[in-house]
């Protein structure tokens, strides 16, 4: 939830103008914190109301944010980002296709009985369960989740010989009704046919490279593989753009020649996005929390908030959802 200070910022006016708006609509629900002179929390359904009234929206939009190398934070970009997302008024669902399932176990609710966790191995074994059955909320407003576990890695048996165009795809029509304006995936660092999927069917692959020769060259791979694989399918290319995650101080020169490389390398798909190396986005990860929640140095929250401007974008209102 947010104040009302962040959402006259994205609503363009002011905090003042909020409260007004707020106070004087019995349909735009919020909370009022106690101790803290009765500051207004907003939640994210309110937010998306908020938008719609000055007739703007968030833009429909799937996307993965991860390349082909391991541990540079595609999955703490994917919660933070999905988290922030869904203050600012979308409506979001992550689809974990990682059997390591870290994106699950950060965001399920604490109750939730997780031997019950339909994943993508159910979904792709029995063709009569809806995808609807396998969303579940998570202890995030207006974030939701199709979890994974462990077992899920048998899945790429079943799927091998499928069609990557049309994999996810038909599946996701099942969720037509439910509103999500935003879907991530959340892939493993390997390229299974379900990634493969999961590439070349998003209209926005963010890559994530560290300031690492072995970063760059995932980042590199990742990039030939989903043209590969868009021209062996006969698919259109997604949007794929690279930024710099978990970048040391800017001084230090393998970042300076990382950077100068990355340009060189991917010219105008470089993102000018850098998320920095910070002890506070673990700590937060440790304590269960977004980024935005607990205690974090501005560098790190404007970085996730400009990839949220890529992938939730706020644009007119033409009232359709991402699975039209
Ligand atoms: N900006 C950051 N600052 C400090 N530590 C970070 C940052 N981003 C990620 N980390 C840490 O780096 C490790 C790897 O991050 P994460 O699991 O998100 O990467 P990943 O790309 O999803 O990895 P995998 O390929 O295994 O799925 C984690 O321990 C995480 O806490
Ligand atoms: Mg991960």
């Known amino acids: 939830m947010i104040s009302t200070k962040v959402a006259g910022d994205i609503l363009d006016i ?35 109301k908020l938008l719609k009234m000055r007739d703007k929206e968030i833009n429909p939009k799937t996307c993965v944010i991860k390349s082909q190398k391991g541990g540079v934070g595609g999955t703490t970009i994917t ?19 990682d059997p390591e399932s870290n994106a699950t176990t950060f965001l399920m609710q604490e109750d939730y009985d997780y031997s019950q966790a339909k994943t993508a191995l159910e979904i792709y074994k029995n063709e ?31 799927v091998m010989s499928d069609n990557p165009k049309n994999l996810l795809k038909e599946k996701l029509k099942d969720l037509e009704g439910m509103g999500f304006t935003t879907i991530l995936f959340d892939l493993p660092p390997t390229f299974s046919r379900l990634s493969e999927s999961a590439y070349i069917t998003s209209d926005i692959c963010l890559l994530p490279t560290d300031a690492s020769a072995f970063g760059i060259e995932g980042a590199i791979l990742t990039k030939e593989d989903i043209h590969e694989s868009c021209k062996n399918f006969e698919q259109r290319l997604p949007e794929i753009k690279v930024f710099l995650s978990r970048a040391h101080n800017q001084k230090r020169t393998s970042v300076k020649n990382s950077w100068e490389y990355l340009i060189e390398e991917f010219g105008p798909d470089m993102l000018p996005i850098k998320v920095p190396e910070r002890a506070d986005v673990v700590n937060n990860i440790n304590d269960g929390k977004s980024i935005f929640d607990g205690k974090c140095s501005a560098d790190v929250r404007a970085a996730i908030d400009e990839l949220v401007e890529i992938v939730a974008p706020i644009g007119e209102l033409q009232d359709h959802e991402v699975l039209q």
């Not at 019995?26 to 937010?47: A, C, H, V, Y």
């Not at 919660?79 to 296709?97: E, S, Y």
């Open 14 to 48: 002011t905090s003042h103008r909020v409260k007004q708006i707020l106070n004087s609509n019995d349909d735009l629900n919020f909370e009022r914190k106690e101790g803290s002179n009765g500051q207004i929390k907003i939640p994210s359904n309110t937010m998306s």
């Open 79 to 97: 919660i933070n980002v999905a988290i922030r997302a869904a203050q600012k008024g979308a409506k979001v669902l992550v689809w974990d296709l």
């Open 128 to 158: 009569d369960l809806s995808l609807k059955d396998c969303v579940i909320p998570t202890r995030f407003d207006g974030v939701y989740l199709i979890p994974a576990k462990g077992i899920m890695r048998r899945v790429d048996r079943i």
